[in-house]
């Protein structure tokens, strides 16, 4: 931290904030918001979500009392401000590095953190389950699930609202509206509005207004003056009856970057029972022109040393990715995926793209630039955009749905009723499958190959380099029925992609290599450059799978007769996939060779680099080795 930021260094607790004056909190929300500038640029990390809520941050830990009040953030990636405020200031350049501060609350880091939230939408049924167990313990405790870019388009959080509107429960809702939301402000009129509608006075009134209405000589008089009171309201702001009619009582917009109004209008909220939403409006990348200009390209940043001070210079210097080298490319494989659906497209006008709200991590840009009226962003609604893929399927076009590994879990209900069950020709790209590094646990794509393998009808790939996975997704796509090709974030091995767009691979058939003697190798997807350095070392056969659903019993059986064991090494998890699967087919045949698994092991991964995490998991050629010493002497010794 630099001189300038004296009063910030002083925070090391929302109980610093309490007795501060607001000429101080709006110094301490300045050097914020230039501290976060300054770390999270030399770190890397999530950038403009965090900038856009320094005031609410500030205002939040001032006005209520966490940990016993829980301040729920979702999206997590909103929550930087907040670590900082909680005596995690010290810490922040090491977010998302191994052993550093995790890139969400985790309520395994930090008491101020009052739930993990990694995956969007889960505030408001936290923040009410919450209220339901502070009720039962008599608990007078204040809920706050602060709600924003984007988080509100996910079915769940309107699931919950219903809830909580039926249920009378005492929390608030705030709703960070960031344009990447629902809203536009609408101006210092529902500021001010919504001031004096939170004021305990006029709220009294309000109360005891309607107890009058009720017992006037007139039955419609309480009925007449609410619609009266809906239809002023929504003269300023139109969505006030959406969340009225959940049964909340709706305030705002109002200015997030004013933190006065905010801390007035909070300290009001604090004392009114029932369930309330506040909906503020801000800036993301608020303070940094160039997030500001571009949010979702400072979304996140890399690490980045700039040699200026300031941040006027240093704009001019940051870099969002490594200087081009004079190299050739080295494609990532989610930039594969985009190449062959854009080629697909241009021969098959039937193709239809579907994102749930990813289309610039899934590789969907040009795509969508190029063929806008075939592309299909379903916002954060990832069972909405499986069951859709359905209805297309049914209506004679070819959805792709590109998806995170990690937030496909979200729609499994429908990946096997509405698509499996029927058999319907969906292409699944999956994306982000393994490891995939600094957002840790739950973003991992661990568990896709296990859970999708169990499902009837699903055919399941996974390439080992670039030109194979190009190949692959013409196969998946070409196939009259569900099909998955998952592939992991990050660049490929370096191999150009020969195929044309009419390539496919033999349909469940799997790749011989290198043929050894005694162990035979099988690599399943990425890390074939770790299974190719441990059949070297031994002397092994290499078998590159491709398919995980069907496997090629063929080979495998023929394989298993001319060799003594077996190594198989997945970025996956070992519990239920690619391997456990020969496993059971070797059995049920009556190979009972001994087999070795290699993959990702019955626990969580950490933040940190892929490299550092595979590690762990003892996924590297050297580790493998030298567990595989043993099993490989006892064959040799026969």
Not at 201 to 221: C, D, M, V, W
Not at 454 to 459: E, L
Not at 516 to 531: H, S
Request: with cysteine; hydrophobic share 40%.
């Amino acid at each position: 931290m630099t001189n300038a930021t004296t009063l910030l260094q002083e925070i090391d607790s929302p109980d610093d904030l309490k007795n501060r004056s607001l000429q101080d909190l709006q110094t301490i929300s300045d050097e914020l918001r230039q501290f976060l500038i300054e770390s999270v640029l030399d770190s890397g990390g999530h950038f403009a979500s965090g900038l856009g809520v320094v005031e609410l941050s500030v205002a939040l830990n001032h006005v209520f009392n966490p940990p016993f009040d829980k301040i729920i953030w979702d999206v997590g990636h909103q929550a930087y401000p907040h670590k900082i405020l909680t005596g995690r200031k010290d810490r922040i350049q090491t977010i998302r590095k191994k052993g550093g501060l995790g890139p969400f609350p985790s309520i395994f880091e930090s008491e101020y953190d009052a739930f993990g939230v990694g995956h969007s939408s889960t505030s408001i049924s936290a923040a009410l389950g919450m209220a339901i167990g502070a009720k039962h313990h008599h608990e007078d405790r204040q809920l706050i699930a602060v709600i924003g870019d984007g988080a509100l388009t996910a079915g769940q959080a309107f699931e919950a609202l219903n809830h909580a509107g039926d249920l009378k429960s005492n929390m608030l809702v705030i709703l960070n509206d960031n344009n990447m939301s629902i809203s536009p402000n609408v101006g210092a009129l529902s500021t001010m509005l919504t001031r004096m509608l939170s004021k305990p006075a006029l709220q009294s009134i309000r109360e005891g207004g309607a107890k009058i209405l009720e017992h006037l000589p007139f039955p419609n008089a309480l009925d007449i003056a609410k619609r009266a009171e809906a239809h002023v309201k929504s003269t300023v702001a139109e969505q006030s009856v959406v969340f009225e009619e959940f049964g909340f009582q709706y305030f705002g917009p109002i200015d997030g970057h004013d933190l006065p109004t905010l801390i007035t209008t909070l300290k009001n909220l604090k004392y009114k029972h029932g369930p309330k939403l506040l909906h503020i409006t801000t800036k993301k990348g608020k303070g940094y022109a160039k997030a500001e200009a571009e949010p979702v390209k400072f979304h996140a940043v890399s690490a980045s040393k700039p040699t200026a001070k300031n941040t006027q210079n240093r704009e001019s210097t940051d870099q969002i990715s490594a200087p081009p080298t004079t190299k050739p490319k080295q494609l990532t494989y989610t930039e594969v995926f985009s190449q062959w659906l854009c080629d697909m497209a241009a021969v098959d006008p039937n193709l239809m793209a579907i994102t749930p709200a990813m289309c610039e991590g899934s590789g969907l840009v040009a795509f969508s630039q190029r063929y806008p009226q075939r592309f299909f962003d379903t916002a954060i609604a990832e069972q909405h955009a499986v069951t859709l893929g359905a209805g297309m399927a049914l209506s004679g076009v070819k959805p792709v749905v590109a998806i995170y590994s990690t937030f496909l879990q979200r729609a499994y209900d429908q990946l096997i009723h509405d698509v499996a069950i029927q058999n319907l020709d969906v292409t699944f790209a999956i994306d982000r499958a393994g490891i995939v590094g600094p957002d840790g646990a739950t973003h991992a794509g661990t568990f896709d190959m296990a859970y999708l393998r169990t499902i009837p009808n699903m055919v399941i790939m996974a390439p080992s380099n670039e030109d194979e996975c190009y190949q692959m997704l013409t196969t998946a796509y070409q196939y009259k029925g569900p099909a998955a090709v998952r592939y992991p974030r990050g660049k490929g091995i370096g191999r150009a992609i020969k195929a044309s767009i009419q390539d496919q691979l033999p349909f469940g058939k799997s790749h011989l290599l290198q043929r050894g003697e005694k162990l035979l190798v099988i690599n399943i997807g990425a890390l074939i450059a770790t299974a190719t350095a441990v059949a070297e070392h031994f002397n092994a056969s290499l078998l590159d799978l491709r398919f995980i659903k069907p496997l090629d019993r063929e080979t495998l059986l023929e394989l298993a007769k001319t060799h003594q064991a077996i190594i198989t090494i997945e970025d996956g998890a070992i519990m239920g996939g690619a391997g456990s699967a020969i496993t059971e087919l070797l059995n049920d045949e009556g190979y009972y060779l001994p087999i070795k698994h290699f993959g990702i092991k019955d626990y969580y991964p950490q933040h940190g680099e892929r490299e550092e995490i595979l590690a762990d998991y003892g996924l590297t050629a050297e580790a493998i080795i030298n567990e595989s010493n043993q099993l490989v002497n006892i064959i040799n010794n026969k």
